[in-house]
């Protein structure tokens, strides 16, 4: 599954260690209940100036590409060293930098966020820095590729709500959808696309009800067609976060709780 992390930018005035203000970015990460301990990170990428850098700009070719990144992570407390924990090259063709080490650690510790700062070596870095603080399009995103660690009991229940070949009754699909295929690419951001799941089949009296009043519904259909027959409808969702542009035209990112269907009922 894809996650993308809550995300605020301070300003350069805000506390990083011994880090040189004009030309750094502090990055603040917050834990969403996607962002559970019982993960597996496959990959985790923080991508710089993605939208900002696909829009012709004389200022962007001013910029002398590759620029070299240090990453830091930023300390709790003041007058503390910040620790180095890469240097990385980003180019304006793959303005992105690998940090799949470093969310690995993270999401398997208990701390709340992940506070990490960005300093740009360039002859462009104050501009770089502050072109990030002042949000927009240069908004970074930070995407997570990660599998849960299931159960024997809850893999089972999975591939059990999984429609199977041939399988009519109510049931699991997937569907990979394109935000900009449905239009929506002018408001989303990140992610580009995303693994939907939806409920489809039919419903038999007593097959996966909903409630007794499903049940009732169901009975009722069966003997007089009096009621509408049970629909296949989710059931659980998981969450997901999208960054996109608020009212104001700025990039923000926001958490859906009701985005991934996870198990289906007839209602």
């Known amino acids: 599954m894809l996650i993308l992390c809550l995300l605020v930018v301070h300003t350069n005035e805000s506390t990083s260690g011994n880090l040189q ?19 597996n990170i496959l990959r985790a990428k923080l991508t710089l100036f993605k939208e900002w850098l696909d829009t012709p700009s ?3 070719s001013n910029v ?29 063709t793959s303005p992105s930098l690998s940090l799949t080490g470093v969310v690995e650690q993270w999401v398997g510790s208990l701390e709340p966020k992940l506070n990490l700062g960005l300093e740009f070596r360039s002859d462009k870095a104050a501009w770089l820095a502050a072109s990030i603080t002042e949000g927009g399009t240069a ?5 997570i590729e990660a599998e849960t660690r299931k159960a024997v009991r809850k893999a089972r229940q999975l591939d059990e709500e999984e429609c199977r070949k041939g399988d009519g009754k109510c049931c699991l699909r997937s569907l990979k959808v394109s935000f900009e295929a449905i239009g929506w690419s002018d408001w989303v951001v990140a992610p580009q696309s995303y693994s939907m799941k939806f409920c489809e089949g039919s419903c038999p009296h007593n097959y996966k009800p909903a409630s007794m009043h499903a049940q009732i519904k169901a009975r ?23 960054m996109h542009y608020g009212n104001d035209g ?4 926001q958490l859906f709780d009701d985005m991934i269907v996870t198990r289906c009922h007839c209602a």
């Open 220 to 242: 009722l259909h069966s003997l007089s067609g009096e009621t509408p027959a049970p629909c296949c409808v989710p059931a659980a969702y998981e969450p997901m976060v999208l």
């Open 21 to 39: 203000a004009a030309t750094h970015v502090h990055l603040e990460f917050s834990r969403t209940a996607a962002l559970h301990r019982n993960l």
């Open 64 to 92: 002398t590409w590759p620029v070299r990144v240090n990453l830091y992570r930023l300390p709790k407390r003041e007058k503390v060293t910040p620790e180095l924990l890469t240097s990385q090259e980003i180019s304006r």
């Open 58 to 60: 004389n200022a962007v």
């Open 139 to 143: 908004m970074p995103s930070l995407m």
């Open 250 to 253: 700025k990039v923000a990112t």
